[in-house]
């Protein structure tokens, strides 16, 4: 097995909450370990390190503007302002007033922003609501220069002042610096592991960079790279992000048509296709309404999802799924397609309500009620499975035998599995 197929296959077995963070963290700790390498580096290249924070901020920034993501890009122009302030705030090159001003506004603006940005729903940027979220940031901007053109030492004790207990405590930062960072980071966690979304995740970590660069502001070439990672951070959720609205179905969750056929590219000499069917989906949409069929989808997913030997499921389009059971013969993954169609029989969905169905219509839907009284119903699928061989030698040929399976099985009487 090469290194990238054993990195894949660890990251394939982790669940989808440790699969989300993984990369991003795994970007921090990149960075984390290259500090002591950067440290050492030549005074030439001391410009190229101290501007880093701010190109990497600008980058997420640009692709973000570009992508239409206002919540990215106002989260990329709160660091970049972040950058600036903590920088400038460390450079020795003003007054401890000013420099304490500077770094408390980034240590209490930054994590607030960047919990408020993943916290916002996306509406994008060219319009009224990305031209209030500019409002915003300048208004902070201002609320700054007035405290560090006013010298308003007073606003500054006032928000220095100890609170906490001396074990909550963390060296060089206020206690309401803390307070913000912890809570930003345990809001920004909850809705990343809640949501499944990679920005969230990225929004997360480029918080967590953000509070190591407070952390860190004495040791050399560490706040630049904490920040320049944050900034990588999120440039890189911009990009998966968009990777997973092309690859992945909205509905499901599960990777799209787009996705089966790279994966159909990449296949094998031996693996196995099954196509699956909800069984009288239109029927069962007209009787309870296209939320609940959505429902249904949701439903089939997620039990196809638990699909034993190594089959990964697709949404092939409209209530059509797809199995790809790679390295596999048809007689080692019947037993798994026995099991999930088994498994969706067994299902019985509650209706809320609004859900109920109309129990005048007959319909071939199951329809019963829980222990708790309440409505439930259930679907059946039906399955065809093909394997190549000699006869079918290519993805394409594979799977339209798998769909003429489902064909025979529909035939059959549905809720079974065809060959
Ligand atoms: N709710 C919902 N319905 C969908 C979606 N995509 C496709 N459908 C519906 O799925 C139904 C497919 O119906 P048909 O292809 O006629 O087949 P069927 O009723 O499932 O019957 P058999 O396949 O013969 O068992 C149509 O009514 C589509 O509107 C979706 O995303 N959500």
């Known amino acids: 097995m090469s290194t990238s197929s054993t990195i894949q296959a660890l990251f394939n077995g982790l669940t989808p909450r440790l699969r989300l963070l993984a990369v991003p963290i795994g970007l921090l700790l990149l960075a984390h370990l290259s500090i002591d390498w950067l440290s050492a580096l030549p005074p030439a290249w001391y410009p190229l390190l101290d501007t880093a924070p701010m190109l990497a901020a600008l980058l997420a920034t640009g692709l973000a503007a570009a992508m239409h993501q206002g919540r ?32 408390s506004a980034y240590t209490l603006l930054l994590p607030l922003n960047l919990t408020l940005f993943c916290l916002l729903r996306e509406r994008g940027l060219y319009n009224v609501h990305g031209v209030t979220r500019l409002g915003w940031i300048g208004l ?36 309401a610096a803390v307070v913000a960072f912890a809570a930003a980071l345990v809001i920004q966690l909850g809705l990343a592991l809640r949501r499944l979304e990679i920005l969230d995740a990225t929004l997360f970590t480029a918080t967590v960079c953000a509070l ?6 004495g040791f050399p070439a560490a706040p630049e790279t904490y920040l320049a990672a944050g900034g990588l951070i999120l440039a890189m959720g911009l990009v998966l992000h968009t990777h997973q609205i092309a690859y992945r179905d909205d509905l499901t969750r599960l990777p799209a048509r787009r996705a089966l056929n790279q994966k159909l590219d990449s296949l094998g000499r031996r693996y196995t296709l099954a196509m699956l069917d909800v069984d009288h989906f239109k029927q069962f949409n007209d009787r309870h309404g296209h939320d609940v069929g959505d429902q249904v989808l949701r439903l089939v997913a997620g ?49 809320r309500a609004a859900d109920r169905p109309n129990r005048k219509k007959a319909g071939k839907a199951r329809r ?14 039906s399955i065809g499975v093909a394997s190549a061989n000699e006869a079918l ?7 339209k035998a798998a769909d003429q399976a489902l064909y025979r099985a529909k035939k059959a009487g549905r809720n079974r599995v065809a060959t």
């Open 72 to 103: 990215l890009a106002f989260a990329g122009i709160t660091l970049a302002m972040g950058a600036l302030a903590v920088l400038e705030a460390i450079s020795l090159a003003h007054s401890p007033f000013v420099s304490a001003a500077l770094f």
């Open 140 to 175: 902070q901007l201002a609320a700054v220069v007035l405290v560090v053109h006013g010298e308003r030492t007073d606003w500054l004790l006032w928000i220095s002042q100890p609170f906490l207990p001396a074990l909550l405590q963390l060296p060089g930062m206020t206690d």
């Open 212 to 217: 190591l660069t407070a952390m860190r502001v």
């Open 303 to 351: 039990q196809l999802r638990r699909v034993g030997g190594g089959g990964k499921p697709y949404r092939y389009g409209g209530e059509e799924f797809t199995i790809v059971f790679s390295g596999r013969d048809r007689e080692q993954v019947m037993d798994h397609l026995e099991a999930v169609r088994e498994n969706i029989a067994d299902y019985r969905m509650k209706l």
């Open 368 to 381: 019963g009620r829980d222990a708790r009284g309440r409505d439930s119903v259930s679907v059946t699928i």
């Open 393 to 399: 030698t290519t993805p394409e040929a594979v799977l």
